[in-house]
């Protein structure tokens, strides 16, 4: 079935380093997608966004890769810092459905 | 998250009760999405409203689930006759009537039924 899924459930960095999330998607329509940050009792926050004429974006210490051939997206974030700690989700918008499709999360913790 | 205002931000519920969930757009914002999220999972999209109108409740329960999103006023998500597996985190977010960009969320409703 089409899904939008992570690698690794969680994932552990020194503070300080870089850190990588990656997630795999099935839908080789898909278009347009979101990194999704969400902290413990929060709502998703927007990071960044990549479209499929992209292969590469970038914000203020994060970058988005996106890879059609193997249909992959990896967020990188630089310096990892403790106010980083949170669940990363991946998300497809189907502007076609008007809905988001969200992968099951990255947990990301930050060791000192 | 401040632009999408959801309350209340807990609810606690019997089996058999009501629960209404409201959420109110960012301003300028005309679309508005649910969704439901239980513990160490993502987000499921619940339903999609435009004001006045249901787009898309591919993701609603057949029973007793219904939204609105009236000319005035905020969105409403309703359960009718809560049931334990109703727990859940209830997200809603919010787009512009144009079209492109992503959509922003509230910090959501923490629904529990005893």
């Known amino acids: 079935g089409e899904s939008v899924g992570l690698h690794l459930p969680t994932l552990s960095v020194q503070e300080g380093d870089n850190s990588i999330i990656n997630c795999a998607y099935s839908n080789s329509a898909s278009d347009y997608f979101i990194w999704y940050k969400q902290e413990s009792g929060k709502g998703p926050q927007f990071i960044i966004d990549i479209r499929s004429n992209m292969d590469k974006r970038q914000g203020q210490r994060v970058t988005v890769l996106l890879n059609k051939t193997v249909k992959h997206l990896s967020l990188q974030i630089a310096a990892t810092q403790p106010g980083d700690s949170a669940v990363y989700f991946c998300a497809e918008d189907r502007r076609s459905a008007s809905k988001i499709i969200f992968g099951s999360g990255t947990r990301l913790s930050i060791r000192p | 998250n401040a632009g999408v205002m959801q309350n209340p931000r807990h609810l606690v519920r019997r089996r058999g009760q009501e629960a209404r969930l409201r959420c109110s757009p960012m301003?300028?914002?005309?679309?508005v999405y649910w969704y439901r999220q239980l513990p160490e999972e993502g987000l499921k999209f619940m339903v999609y409203?435009?004001?006045?109108?249901?787009?898309?409740e591919s993701g609603m329960p057949k029973e007793r689930f219904s939204a609105e999103f009236p000319k005035e006023g905020p969105s409403i998500l309703r359960i009718q006759q809560v049931v334990r597996g109703d727990s859940a985190a209830y997200f809603c977010?919010?787009?512009?009537?144009?079209?492109?960009?992503?959509?922003?969320f509230g910090d959501g409703t923490r629904l529990s039924i005893l």
């Open positions: 409203l435009q004001k006045e109108n249901i787009i898309d």
């Open positions: 301003k300028g914002h005309s679309h």
């Open positions: 977010a919010s787009s512009p009537p144009t079209a492109g960009g992503p959509q922003h």
